[in-house]
């Protein structure tokens, strides 16, 4: 997998890269403390972090600064950084052709709901976006609990599979 000398490189992708993966990237950033070092990207990246993602994020006290919605191109292109996980955040995301991740990093979708697309009121939004975040948070806890220095590729890429099969909280 990773050298011992540096964390686990983890890429999450979503359409839009605007939500979803930005609340990945910066809870596995908070909660790999050097473990792992997370990234987020877009195959049609928003141009901008949503405004909910952005306030659960600081309400929550994870760190904000440089999240930006960004194009998956920067995470193929010669200097960026090898990637050990990709994940993908959001069904439409999982279904697009996405570019060969240099080192052949393991990969797996781990769909959540769009809370972008949620109809309702503000407060009906930010509740929504809680939900969202909780169910990313679960599994990274997973993700951060698994053994990965101690397992073979096939029985990591199985326990990553299983990870994005959990039920929804």
Partial sequence: MAAAERPYNVLFLCTGNSARSIMAEAILNKLGRGRFQAY??????????????????????????????????????????????????????????????????????WGFEDPVAFQGGDEEKRRF?????????????????LPIDKLDRLRLQEELHAIGQKAAI
């Fill in 129 to 145: 976006y809680s939900h969202i975040f909780m169910q990313i948070s679960t599994r990274l806890h997973l993700l951060l609990s």
């Fill in 40 to 109: 987020s990207a877009g195959s049609s990246p928003a141009g901008q972090v949503n405004p909910f993602a952005l306030e659960l994020l600081q309400r929550d006290n994870l760190a904000t600064e440089g999240l930006r919605s960004k194009s998956w191109d920067e995470f193929a292109a010669a200097g960026a950084p090898h990637m050990d996980f990709v994940f993908t955040v959001c069904d439409k995301a999982a279904g697009e052709v996405c570019p060969v991740w240099p080192g052949q990093p393991m990969t797996a979708h």
